[in-house]
C-alpha cells in the first residue's frame, strides 16, 4: 500500500526494501552525510527531519539528523520527492537555481553525491519498488 513520502510507514517500507537487497548493489565508495530539513509535508504541521549517511557503503535514508552531517539541505516536500523518489536530475539544479532548495555545509559534497552512488539492475528494481510504495 502507497504512503507518502517520509511518513513513518514509508520509511519502513522503504528500509524493508534495502534489507532485501543488502549485499547485492555495488559499494558506495564515496562517504556523504547529509541532514535533510523537508518542509510542507501533507502529514506534518512541521518540517521532517530526515538524513542519508552512505559512510557504511551502503545508502542509509533515516529520520532525524546526523550531528556530524557534511551537509544540510533544506527543501519542500514536492522538491524532495522528486529528487530522492523520482530522482530526476534536473529538478535538483532548478530547484536551487531558483532558492527552493538551500544548503549549508560542504557544497562539493552534495554535488559528488549526483554520481558517487552506483547503478545497476538491483539498485534500479529498489528505486522502483520505492516509487510504488510512494504516495
Known amino acids: 500500500m502507497p504512503h507518502p513520502f517520509l511518513s513513518d510507514e514509508w520509511m519502513s517500507e522503504a528500509r524493508t526494501i534495502r534489507e532485501k537487497y543488502e549485499g547485492q548493489t555495488p559499494p558506495i565508495t564515496a562517504s556523504m552525510k547529509i541532514n535533510l530539513i523537508v518542509n510542507d509535508a501533507p502529514f506534518s504541521d512541521g518540517p ?3 538524513y542519508i549517511d552512505t559512510s557504511s557503503g551502503e545508502l542509509t535514508m533515516e529520520h532525524g539528523s546526523l550531528d556530524d552531517a557534511d551537509v544540510t539541505l533544506t527543501t519542500d516536500y ?8 523520482d530522482q530526476d536530475p534536473t529538478v535538483g ?8 532548495i538551500t544548503v549549508q555545509g560542504d557544497m562539493m559534497k552534495l554535488m559528488a553525491m549526483q554520481t558517487a552512488i552506483p547503478q545497476n539492475d538491483v539498485t534500479a528494481q529498489i528505486a522502483e519498488e520505492i516509487k510504488a510504495i510512494t504516495t
Open 78 to 85: 514536492a522538491t524532495a520527492k522528486a529528487l530522492f523518489v
Open 93 to 100: 539544479m532548478q530547484a536551487f537555481m531558483t532558492g527552493k
Open 48 to 50: 521532517v527531519n530526515g
